[in-house]
């Protein structure tokens, strides 16, 4: 069920998109609410689930990981057991940035980065032996947009 969001929770919502890291009083004066109030407002969208997380944006290609791919694999099995064994592969390496279950000719499409080939050998060897019959990379060059914010949420009706 989705929360009930006023407009100034939409509003609240595509600033912490933009900068989730400035302080509360200044989040504050941007959306007209005292300090005490804002900070009531983001908890209540965390704990309604509206907010999920709050986390820092990480550049790969500063902090060693030039390598940049997307991966999608085809498993061998389509059964319970294979999907879990792979998922829990998947889960287990760090290199693995995002993993999303998807529909169409490929069963799992995932965001990998690696200091170098060698070890997106290692990655791709080890999502084989977690049961990818067939993986797919494409190796991405660069960024065309970044993560956008969510789209102003719907008005409640």
Known sequence: MALKLDEIDRV?????ERDADRPNVELARVIGLSPAATLNRVRRL?????ITAVRAIVDP????YPLQVY?????SQHDERSHQR?????????????ADWVTGETDAL???V???VEELQKVLNL??????????????LEEMKARAPMPAPARAE
Do not use: H
């Not at 290609?61 to 060693?64: K, S």
């Open 46 to 50: 965390k704990d309604g689930g509206a």
């Open 110 to 112: 995932l965001r990998v």
């Open 86 to 98: 792979f998922e829990a592969a998947v889960r287990r390496l760090p290199q693995v940035l995002t």
């Open 114 to 116: 690696a200091r170098d």
């Open 127 to 140: 999502l084989a032996r977690a049961g990818a019959a067939r993986v797919l990379t494409l190796l991405r």
């Open 12 to 16: 609240l919502l595509r600033e912490l």
């Open 71 to 75: 991966v999608a694999a085809t498993l």
């Open 61 to 64: 290609d500063t902090v060693g």
